[in-house]
């Protein structure tokens, strides 16, 4: 099981211009970064899809969604 230590790292690829909108969000609506807006956003969607995985996993997986949620909200209010 991976934890905070392991990470990999995922590409994103969005039209610039839609980029330029999602970092007004986060800067202006939100006060926070790009990377942590990112970061949550992803999190937000795992924790959303976890019901799909195995279920003897879905305990290990939201407890390190969680400690990553944790660290992204950390960041993102070290942002604000």
Do not use: C
């Not at 970092?23 to 799909?52: C, W, Y």
């Amino acid at each position: 099981m991976a934890t905070n230590r392991s990470r990999v790292k995922v590409t994103l690829q969005i039209p610039r211009q839609a980029l330029a909108v999602l970092d007004d969000v986060a800067k202006e609506q939100l006060g926070i970064g790009r990377n942590s807006f990112f970061t949550i956003a992803a999190v937000m969607l795992l924790v959303k899809m976890i019901a799909m995985a195995p279920a003897k996993k879905r305990a290990a997986l939201l407890k390190e969604l969680e400690e990553e949620a944790q660290s992204a909200f950390e960041k993102a209010r070290k942002d604000a």
